[in-house]
Structure formats: structure tokens, C-alpha cells
């Protein structure tokens, strides 16, 4: 048993998020499934844990909970500094929390499940409609994106310098969601070669969805 319980689902993203973070750190966790299109994040045991019904979910030994991946993943980075997540500087903070917040707070949350769900059941939205929808945003996001990493001279290897931190995180989730959709990397080559950097990452690699104990 672990100090550390994560309850995630292995192909959501922002639960790639905190694996990535939690394998970067070296810290062991103990898995807790709950298969989102089956409405096991819905049931009652798993509502006493997060009243909001969402993955991922951090519980630390102590009981306290933790939700949201960017809140998650500063919390580990706080009380683990090595490797840093986050620059040492201000400018380099705030740079960092801007990239990976357009992802995690401009594409993400009209991309999840439950938003796909509802444009399903409330205006019979068809699979190709859903693909047009996750698209579409993901443009929106990348196109901008793909800008500022080109034109920044603190754009590396990584989205900030030579090591991957909490925007690399967020982009490799990302990209991972988007292969299911067919979104094409071409437009954004700055995006595509940081994610294959992230990708060589053995951190990455182990967190990835597939490597999962629930994966299917």
C-alpha cells in the first residue's frame, strides 16, 4: 500500500496528467480505476470520496483531498522540488502556467466526456459532428500555441528549456486525446516535435494510457 491514492481512469487526460507528474517525481501511488463510460466516477462510493464526480483525484494518507490535475500536479511539485516542474524565476512560472492553462483551461474542458456526452444527448450530435466538435477546438488552441513556442527563444527541447515540466505535461495528454480524433500535427511542427520529445521521456512512457492496469 501507498501513501498516495490516485482515482483516475486511464484514458483521461487530465489523469495522464497526474501519472506523468507522480512517475517524474519517483512516487509510488496506488491505482484506483473507475471507468468513466461505464458512470463508475457516478456511483456512491466514489461521490463520498470527490462530491464532484470527476478524475482525477488525489488522496493523501492523511484523507485530504485533492482534485483538478494543475492544482495536483503544483502540490506534488511543492512538496517533491526535484525534478522541478516549474521554473525557478517569475516570468519563467508564469510563461509555463500560460501554456499549459491554454490547454488545460481553453481546450480541454469543452473536449472531455462529459461535454462530448452532452452534445450527444441534448442535440443528437452524430460521431462525425463529435469529431468536427474535438477538432475544431483543438485548432483553436494549437494554432495560437504553435505561434508563441515558434517565437519565444525560451521555447527548447520542451515547451520552456531543456527539461519537460507542467506544459509538457498538458500538451502530451493532449495530443494523446486528439490521435483518438484524428487531429493532424502537421500545421503545428514546434507542438509535434516537443510531444515526440516528451515521448522519449521514460516517465511519459510508463504513464501512458495504455500501460494501465484498466486500459482496454
Known sequence: MSDIVL???YRSS???RVRIALEMKGLSYDYVPHHLRHGEHLEPAYLAVNPQ???PALVLDDGTLLTQSLAIIEYLDDIHPAPPLLPKDALGRARVRMLAQMIACDIHPVNNL????SLR???GAGDQDITNWFRHWVNEGFQPLEKILVSSPQTGT???GEAPGIADICLAA???SNARFGVDLTPYPTIARINDACMAVPAFQ???????IDAE
Open 7 to 9: 482515482h483516475n481512469y
Open 14 to 16: 487530465t489523469s495522464y
Open 53 to 55: 464526480g470527476l478524475v
Open 114 to 117: 462529459r461535454v462530448l456526452t
Open 121 to 123: 444527448a441534448l442535440f
Open 158 to 160: 520542451f515547451c520552456h
Open 174 to 176: 493532449q495530443i494523446t
Open 206 to 212: 510508463k504513464a501512458a494510457p495504455e500501460k494501465q
